[in-house]
């Protein structure tokens, strides 16, 4: 049939061929086609295009953390190499008294009055006090957290009080360097507090050996190790220089057996006698009350202290200056202390977590009445000699008078619990 025909079957328009439209509609499904798989290409791309930008940010960040937590680091060791050494610390002898009793004194040193005393733990053994374990002076485990573990050399048996001192002594100003070292032992009990403010009012380039001055008839004047005493950087100084002589009377090897087993008197009559450093009366300077104490706070208030105790402070008047009304001896009641005491002695480790939560409890809560406060100590005071120790007084009778002058010193000293300023 000819195109006219066809043309004029179909009224003389133009139909496309099979053969056209085959064409035409593979044409469109390949140019369909086409844009799919572009879009899909593109969908894809997107895709992994998203995918290779987030690992990078990943990898990005990843290496920005490392780097921000070695800097840290290294600012860290920066700033425990730069930290300036504290003010004072407290170092801690080991007390001659029970000795199997020391592991829990030194527990309960460290649940009160030890971390803000800056407590230095001296021991011939780690396990005395296990979790100092990472906290040893002159070690690379040392920290600025106390209480801290100074271990004295196996060479140096623990009835070597003289050669143990002077260990100490040395290593204390060698890794430390304080401006004061407070000495006690594990039964003292010390208010932090107040122990500040007294150091505040002294200059630690200047000689101070300071603390509670007793004196025998035949033994120079020296302070009382059970209530503790202060030496300023400079008085440190000067005794290390002395031991470094080899003919020097404050070494252990030039003295008399009797001050080789003394190292407080030995030290003592070092100062005295060849540095020139002398006791001072660190009383209270408004009605004469002692700061360092002897003994504990039950025996201090009621005056029932040793004999030996108060005859040591017969001489102190040719010593210290003349006091016509107590020659420097211990008061009784509540003037016994002064608000501002320092130490306590003969406090085992019952009595002295019992004592920290009078104090603090009343220095948190001022308004407590006294019936509140003879409750509270009723309530928490160790009545037993395994709480209180041989040396200590219990309580007094729930209707004794002694109750008026007690809770009068507690009131007066709680503030000493406070955190210290330096």
């Known amino acids: 049939?000819?195109?006219?025909?066809?043309?004029?079957?179909?009224?003389?328009?133009?139909?496309?061929?099979?053969?056209?439209?085959?064409?035409?509609?593979?044409s469109n499904d390949t140019?369909?086609?086409?844009?799919?798989?572009?879009?899909?290409?593109?969908?894809?791309?997107?895709?992994?295009l998203i995918v290779v930008v987030f690992t990078?940010?990943?990898?990005?960040?990843?290496?920005?953390?490392?780097?921000?937590?070695?800097?840290?680091?290294?600012?860290?060791?920066?700033?425990?190499?730069?930290?300036?050494?504290?003010?004072?610390?407290?170092?801690?002898?080991?007390?001659?008294?029970?000795?199997?009793?020391?592991?829990?004194?030194?527990?309960?040193?460290?649940?009160?009055?030890?971390?803000?005393?800056?407590?230095?733990y001296v021991v011939h053994d780690a396990d005395e006090y296990s979790d100092g374990a990472n906290r040893i002076v002159g070690t690379s485990s040392n920290s600025n957290s106390y209480p801290q573990l100074l271990l004295v050399p196996n060479e140096i048996t623990p009835d070597q009080g003289v050669q143990r001192l002077e260990h100490v002594l040395r290593t204390i100003h060698k890794e430390i360097n304080p401006e004061f070292a407070f000495f006690v032992n594990d039964h003292t009990f010390v208010l932090p507090d107040h122990l500040c403010r007294f150091l505040k009012e002294h200059d630690s380039s200047k000689d101070l050996y300071a603390g509670h001055p007793l004196k025998g008839k035949k033994e120079t004047v020296f302070n009382s190790g059970a209530a503790g005493y202060v030496l300023s950087r400079s008085t440190v100084e000067k005794l290390i220089d002395e031991w470094d002589k080899p003919d020097s009377q404050c070494s252990a090897s030039n003295v008399s057996k009797w001050l080789q087993s003394n190292p407080g008197l030995l030290t003592a009559t070092c100062f005295d006698q060849t540095l020139n450093i002398k006791v001072l009366d660190t009383r209270d300077k408004r009605d004469h009350s002692h700061i360092f104490h002897a003994f504990g706070l039950v025996r201090t208030v009621t005056g029932n202290v040793d004999e030996w105790y108060l005859n040591k402070h017969d001489a102190l008047d040719t010593i210290l200056g003349v006091d016509p009304i107590h020659h420097h001896k211990p008061q009784k009641g509540e003037k016994c202390c002064s608000p501002f005491t320092i130490s306590f002695h003969y406090v085992?480790?019952?009595?002295?977590?019992?004592?920290?939560?009078?104090?603090?409890?009343?220095?948190?809560?001022?308004?407590?009445?006294?019936?509140?406060?003879?409750?509270?100590?009723?309530?928490?005071?160790?009545?037993?000699?395994?709480?209180?120790?041989?040396?200590?007084?219990?309580?007094?009778?729930?209707?004794?008078?002694?109750?008026?002058?007690?809770?009068?010193?507690?009131?007066?000293?709680?503030?000493?619990?406070?955190?210290?300023?330096?």
């Open 56 to 120: 990078l940010l990943v990898l990005l960040i990843s290496r920005l953390e490392k780097e921000e937590h070695v800097l840290s680091a290294e600012n860290s060791i920066d700033e425990d190499a730069n930290v300036d050494p504290p003010m004072f610390v407290t170092v801690v002898m080991p007390s001659v008294v029970r000795p199997e009793a020391r592991p829990l004194r030194l527990d309960n040193i460290a649940k009160t009055w030890g971390p803000s005393s800056h407590a230095i």
């Open 31 to 48: 140019a369909h086609n086409s844009r799919q798989t572009k879009l899909h290409m593109s969908v894809w791309s997107r895709i992994i």
């Open 348 to 422: 085992e480790a019952g009595e002295s977590l019992a004592l920290w939560s009078v104090l603090q409890r009343i220095h948190s809560t001022p308004l407590m009445t006294d019936e509140e406060i003879t409750d509270l100590m009723n309530g928490i005071w160790p009545r037993d000699k395994e709480g209180l120790g041989w040396y200590a007084h219990g309580l007094p009778a729930s209707h004794s008078p002694v109750w008026k002058d007690l809770i009068h010193v507690v009131r007066k000293i709680s503030v000493g619990t406070a955190p210290p300023s330096c």
């Open 1 to 26: 049939m000819t195109n006219n025909a066809i043309r004029h079957r179909t009224g003389g328009k133009h139909v496309a061929s099979p053969s056209n439209v085959h064409f035409a509609t593979t």
